[in-house]
């Protein structure tokens, strides 16, 4: 069984920034990628940022140039560090482990198997 856990989030005035982190632990053998995901109430949830084992990183069209994913093997823990916060950012963030995936879905949340409970993160203006 895998465990997920993030933590981090919180309440940021615009153009502040926040650093997310995920500690995933378990069975976490055949893990290959990592990724970030938010849900804002009443839409859809999207993929923001994803991390591959080797270190290659995708991310959403919304947040490129702001958030920047990150991983540390040794504590088997991915960080994601939001820049020029949005409230447009305010959302659930989720973290969630996969075991395969092909690059191409790297941002597609039904791709991901191990969810955590996210972590809520509020921008205001």
């Known amino acids: 069984q895998v465990q997920v856990v993030e933590s981090g989030g919180g309440s940021v005035q615009a153009g502040r920034s926040l650093r997310l982190s995920c500690v995933i632990s378990?069975?976490?053998?055949?893990?290959?990628?990592i990724g970030w995901f938010r849900q804002a109430p009443g839409k859809v949830r999207e993929g923001v940022a994803a991390?591959?084992?080797?270190?290659?990183?995708y991310y959403g069209d919304s947040v490129k140039g702001r958030f920047t994913i990150s991983q540390d093997n040794s504590k088997n823990t991915v960080y994601l560090q939001m820049n020029s916060l949005k409230p447009e950012d305010t959302a659930m963030y989720y973290c969630a482990r996969a075991k395969h995936l092909r690059a191409s879905n790297a941002l597609i949340p039904n791709t991901y198997t191990d969810w955590g409970q996210g972590t809520q993160v509020t921008v205001s203006s």
């Open positions: 991390i591959y084992r080797t270190g290659s990183t």
């Open positions: 378990g069975a976490i053998g055949g893990t290959t990628y």
